[in-house]
């Protein structure tokens, strides 16, 4: 039997209800709601300000990764660290 029994819960929400009454539940439930849905719009429109305009170009994201890139230069012999141990 843990602390936060179903029973604990059963007995938390009666007290809930005789002191708010169940009118004044419904009406916090539901503004509750829209203030959700309105965090949700306002987080949706933000990001749609804010994401830069993709270039509208011939070639598809996955025709660029899997083009072959080379990188032009020489390389140098690296001398092998001597293990001290």
Partial sequence: ???FDWKHWL??????V???GTKRLKTLGS???EAIKGFRKAVNTEEGENRP????????AGDTLNK?????GQAQ???????KD
């Fill in 11 to 16: 007995i938390i929400l009666i007290v809930v």
């Fill in 68 to 72: 072959t890139q080379t990188i032009e």
């Fill in 1 to 3: 039997m843990g602390i």
């Fill in 31 to 33: 503004d509750i709601g």
């Fill in 77 to 83: 012999k690296v001398d092998t660290p001597v293990r």
């Fill in 53 to 60: 305009a993709e270039p509208q170009t011939g070639t598809s």
């Fill in 18 to 20: 005789l002191v708010f």
